[in-house]
């Protein structure tokens, strides 16, 4: 078991015998070999050997008298077995599943949609859910997307699992199998788009090489329904097309687009789009020539629209040279800043995509202000898999709750239930588009992203995006079903750990909206609270000897409260209605300010990175408990994390606890911060033997040494 069939081992089921149903054939209706549906069949036989121990042949027809499994497009099915009621509440990519009569029917709105019911039904037999049913499942949003940062070269900015499953030495892979593997995946959990390059993009990846490279990618994933996109260099026309502008409003600029779009879409015409990041960390943009954000994004819009394909536009866009000094200057603030005036001006195939935060992925943040800002524009979250601040994969961080709230949050526009899940599917704002994206970094690492515990937020993600109403815990249940199977020990345990993480994790890098308290300025790992003041790139926590926090109010602060609508914008201009996990993101309060709890802020810091560091020892206990309930090749890659984010834990709680009692000198009422008379700095000591080294990266030990 080295991870690389996740959630779809297609295991034994315990109890096979006890599923009374058999059929005698897979009819998978109008299937070409490239077609969803052909997969859908191909995938049942296969799941279905695998997890009853049956083998079971594919049909192009039905065989009279004899139960089959149907799998089909809604057209397909009535056409051969009449009307079907139930259909007419399917929308697009919806599938309707019914295990209830003599056949097992399958019918997708879409051939896209009757793969989703394939999978799900195999879901459910991998899960012994063998109770018959019938229900529509339609997705929440139309855009379910992941993002891929992974660069020409073959390395990949924020991934932790090896090398790009996309890219070697400045071009497509020749070898496709792990692509078509990693759409395998997507598909199941009904994700249907892809960028498989980095925002941060190589204008040589529209070199014609590439171009023939991109087909190829597309070709091994069409059959899963899942749709290739790619990231854009805003400079491309200049600095790779030789004219002498990228200025979005010239013409011969916008030609060059629409040119180069048209090659693409010969070689792919089924291309989902472009992700657009630009005038954001040193990229280049239209604000370059004057122009805005929404000359740039349309740009693309009237290259892809004949096409059909969707502009990405980022909301990740801020200077990262903002001046420290300045006390009401705020990072937090761009989006909306850059934003705001530009709504309604995007044309119809636009969709800007907004980090969940209004930072960048941090442990804690509440909802970006700019989703319900934009009114007139359809809007897209991005999520993190690649837990880029939360541990690099080294660190168990169950994600799903994290999304969960923020999905959840009402943001109360115009004083009405204005959830972030019903403003990003376009329902609140009635707009044409919407849905979400997450950034996963798949590498060729055999467990896909690094870590077989991580895969949970893979999984998550998808359910999420399909149906966000879901509860974490349940997810997660069906995923270690599927992926370790049904012991309830395993089970249980896995759900405690799972479900403790996030905070703990929280607790032990930066909490009371202090953000994640990692180093800024290079990794993004490891606890280097100094670094978070003093950047030019804004995540600041303006911490002094007798305070810190960022004060965002309007009344003394950088106005960032008054950016959400009138109800939150009051409760986060308050100090005393912000709630305790938000206070130093709102405000800039003493080491001494009460919370809620009673507790100083600088006290519940000391305990809460006690308790977070404490909970992370006890994860390497519950998961020894499950020796021999697990392979041993998975176990001993889990139990080897586990061991070390342990260890790592205690360097943050401690590296933390006493930089802020450095600063503030406020002891520690239990007496533990400061006090560690068995430490001594390795390189403190003399040696004899040994070898000093300078680690790389160099942010992983004190002074940049190890001892060899
Ligand atoms: C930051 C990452 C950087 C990305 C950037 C982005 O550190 O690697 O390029 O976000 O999302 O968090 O564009």
Same mark, same amino acid.
């Given at each position: 078991?080295?991870?690389?069939?996740?959630?779809?081992?297609?295991?034994?089921?315990?109890?096979?015998?006890?599923?009374?149903?058999?059929?005698?054939? @897979?009819?998978?209706?109008?299937?070409?070999?490239?077609?969803?549906?052909?997969?859908?069949?191909?995938?049942?036989?296969?799941?279905?050997?695998?997890?009853?121990?049956?083998?079971?042949?594919?049909?192009?027809? &039905?065989?009279?008298?004899?139960?089959?499994?149907?799998?089909?497009?809604?057209?397909?099915?009535?056409?051969?077995?009449?009307?079907?009621?139930?259909?007419?509440?399917?929308?697009?990519?919806?599938?309707?599943?019914?295990?209830?009569?003599?056949?097992?029917?399958?019918?997708?709105?879409?051939?896209?949609?009757?793969?989703?019911?394939?999978?799900?039904?195999?879901?459910?037999?991998?899960?012994?859910?063998?109770?018959?049913?019938?229900?529509?499942?339609?997705?929440?949003?139309?855009?379910?997307?992941?993002?891929?940062?992974?660069?020409?070269?073959?390395?990949?900015?924020?991934?932790?699992?090896?090398?790009?499953?996309?890219?070697?030495?400045?071009?497509?892979?020749?070898?496709?199998?792990?692509?078509?593997?990693?759409?395998?995946?997507?598909?199941?959990?009904?994700?249907?788009? @892809?960028?498989?390059?980095?925002?941060?993009?190589?204008?040589?990846?529209?070199?014609?090489?590439?171009?023939?490279?991109?087909?190829?990618?597309?070709?091994?994933?069409?059959?899963?329904?899942?749709?290739?996109?790619?990231?854009?260099?805003?400079?491309?026309?200049?600095?790779?097309?030789?004219?002498?502008?990228?200025?979005?409003?010239?013409?011969?600029?916008?030609?060059?687009?629409?040119?180069?779009?048209?090659? @693409?879409?010969?070689?792919?015409?089924?291309?989902?789009?472009?992700?657009?990041?630009?005038?954001?960390?040193?990229?280049?943009?239209? =604000?370059?020539?004057?122009?805005?954000?929404?000359?740039?994004?349309?740009?693309?819009?009237?290259?892809?629209?004949?096409?059909?394909?969707?502009?990405?536009?980022?909301?990740?866009?801020?200077?990262?040279?903002?001046?420290?000094?300045?006390?009401?200057?705020?990072?937090?603030?761009?989006?909306?800043?850059?934003?705001?005036?530009?709504?309604?001006?995007?044309?119809?195939?636009?969709?800007?995509?907004?980090?969940?935060?209004?930072?960048?992925?941090?442990?804690?943040?509440?909802?970006?202000?700019?989703?319900?800002?934009?009114?007139?524009?359809?809007?897209?979250?991005?999520?993190?898999?690649?837990?880029?601040?939360?541990?690099?994969?080294?660190?168990?961080?169950?994600?799903?709750?994290?999304?969960?709230?923020?999905?959840?949050?009402?943001?109360? &526009?115009?004083?009405?239930?204005?959830?972030?899940?019903?403003? @990003?599917?376009?329902?609140?704002?009635?707009?044409?588009?919407?849905?979400?994206?997450?950034?996963?970094?798949?590498?060729?690492?055999?467990?896909?992203?690094?870590?077989?515990?991580?895969?949970?937020?893979?999984?998550?993600?998808?359910?999420?995006?399909?149906?966000?109403?879901?509860?974490?815990?349940?997810?997660?249940?069906?995923?270690?079903? =599927?992926?370790?199977?049904?012991?309830?020990?395993?089970?249980?345990?896995?759900?405690?750990?799972?479900?403790?993480?996030?905070?703990?994790?929280?607790?032990?890098?930066?909490?009371?909206?202090?953000?994640?308290?990692?180093?800024?300025?290079?990794?993004?790992?490891?606890?280097?609270?100094?670094?978070?003041?003093?950047?030019?790139?804004?995540?600041?926590?303006?911490?002094?000897?007798?305070?810190?926090?960022?004060?965002?109010?309007?009344?003394?602060?950088?106005?960032?409260?008054?950016?959400?609508?009138?109800?939150?914008?009051?409760?986060?201009?308050?100090?005393?209605?912000?709630?305790?996990?938000?206070?130093?993101?709102?405000?800039?309060?003493?080491?001494?300010?009460?919370?809620?709890?009673?507790?100083?802020?600088?006290?519940?810091?000391?305990?809460?990175?006690?308790?977070?560091?404490?909970?992370?020892?006890?994860?390497?206990?519950?998961?020894?408990?499950?020796?021999?309930?697990?392979?041993?090749?998975?176990?001993?890659?889990?139990?080897?994390?586990?061991?070390?984010?342990?260890?790592?834990?205690?360097?943050?709680?401690?590296?933390?606890?006493?930089?802020?009692?450095?600063?503030?000198?406020?002891?520690?009422? &239990?007496?533990?911060?400061?006090?560690?008379?068995?430490?001594?700095?390795?390189?403190?000591?003399?040696?004899?033997?040994?070898?000093?080294?300078?680690?790389?990266?160099?942010?992983?030990?004190?002074?940049?040494?190890?001892?060899?």
């Amino acid at each position: 078991e080295d991870g690389s069939r996740a959630w779809l081992r297609y295991a034994r089921v315990p109890n096979a015998s006890s599923y009374r149903f058999l059929p005698s054939s @897979i009819v998978a209706l109008n299937s070409t070999s490239s077609s969803p549906i052909y997969t859908a069949g191909r995938e049942l036989q296969k799941g279905i050997r695998g997890i009853l121990g049956t083998h079971i042949n594919i049909n192009g027809t &039905a065989k009279q008298g004899s139960p089959s499994i149907v799998v089909g497009t809604v057209d397909a099915y009535q056409k051969i077995y009449g009307d079907l009621d139930e259909v007419e509440d399917l929308a697009g990519d919806g599938f309707f599943l019914s295990t209830e009569g003599r056949n097992v029917v399958i019918v997708g709105q879409n051939e896209r949609g009757a793969l989703y019911g394939a999978f799900e039904y195999l879901s459910r037999l991998g899960q012994e859910k063998f109770d018959p049913v019938a229900y529509v499942s339609n997705p929440h949003a139309p855009i379910r997307w992941v993002n891929e940062w992974d660069n020409l070269d073959g390395s990949i900015e924020r991934g932790y699992a090896g090398p790009s499953i996309f890219f070697r030495d400045g071009y497509v892979v020749d070898n496709v199998t792990r692509v078509a593997e990693y759409a395998r995946l997507l598909a199941s959990i009904r994700i249907n788009g @892809i960028i498989i390059n980095n925002v941060n993009a190589n204008p040589e990846l529209l070199n014609s090489r590439n171009i023939e490279g991109l087909g190829r990618l597309a070709d091994v994933m069409r059959p899963y329904g899942v749709q290739l996109g790619i990231s854009l260099n805003f400079a491309s026309p200049q600095r790779f097309g030789g004219l002498d502008s990228f200025d979005p409003l010239d013409p011969k600029v916008d030609a060059w687009w629409a040119n180069i779009t048209d090659k @693409i879409y010969s070689r792919v015409p089924d291309m989902a789009g472009y992700l657009v990041k630009a005038n954001s960390e040193g990229q280049p943009g239209p =604000l370059t020539y004057n122009r805005t954000l929404a000359d740039g994004a349309n740009m693309f819009a009237r290259a892809t629209k004949p096409h059909g394909g969707i502009v990405m536009f980022r909301a990740f866009v801020y200077d990262n040279h903002i001046n420290p000094a300045n006390w009401t200057a705020d990072r937090a603030n761009a989006g909306v800043e850059f934003f705001q005036h530009l709504d309604g001006k995007f044309d119809d195939n636009v969709v800007v995509q907004i980090k969940y935060g209004p930072i960048d992925f941090q442990v804690r943040e509440p909802p970006s202000p700019l989703f319900s800002t934009l009114r007139k524009t359809s809007t897209a979250i991005e999520l993190q898999v690649t837990q880029e601040y939360l541990g690099h994969q080294c660190h168990l961080v169950y994600l799903a709750p994290l999304w969960k709230e923020i999905l959840e949050y009402d943001l109360r &526009a115009d004083d009405k239930p204005s959830k972030v899940k019903d403003i @990003i599917s376009s329902e609140r704002f009635k707009r044409p588009l919407g849905g979400s994206a997450a950034v996963v970094n798949v590498g060729t690492n055999t467990t896909w992203i690094g870590s077989h515990l991580a895969m949970s937020n893979l999984y998550a993600y998808g359910i999420m995006a399909w149906d966000p109403s879901v509860e974490p815990d349940e997810v997660l249940q069906d995923w270690i079903r =599927l992926t370790f199977g049904f012991d309830r020990q395993v089970i249980e345990t896995m759900t405690d750990m799972s479900l403790k993480s996030w905070p703990a994790y929280e607790n032990y890098t930066g909490n009371l909206g202090i953000q994640t308290l990692t180093d800024i300025l290079y990794a993004h790992y490891g606890p280097n609270p100094a670094s978070q003041d003093n950047n030019g790139w804004g995540q600041w926590t303006r911490a002094d000897k007798d305070s810190l926090g960022m004060d965002r109010t309007v009344k003394n602060g950088t106005g960032n409260a008054r950016q959400y609508p009138p109800a939150i914008a009051r409760m986060y201009e308050n100090v005393e209605t912000t709630p305790d996990n938000l206070l130093l993101w709102f405000h800039h309060v003493p080491y001494t300010q009460r919370l809620k709890s009673g507790k100083t802020v600088i006290q519940h810091f000391y305990d809460a990175h006690y308790d977070g560091a404490s909970v992370a020892q006890t994860f390497v206990k519950q998961w020894e408990s499950l020796e021999g309930k697990i392979d041993v090749e998975r176990y001993e890659h889990v139990r080897f994390l586990q061991t070390y984010q342990a260890g790592h834990a205690l360097v943050w709680r401690d590296a933390i606890n006493q930089f802020y009692y450095n600063l503030s000198e406020i002891p520690d009422e &239990a007496k533990r911060v400061g006090n560690h008379p068995y430490r001594i700095e390795a390189e403190k000591m003399s040696l004899s033997g040994y070898k000093r080294y300078a680690v790389s990266p160099f942010h992983t030990a004190s002074g940049y040494t190890a001892v060899i």
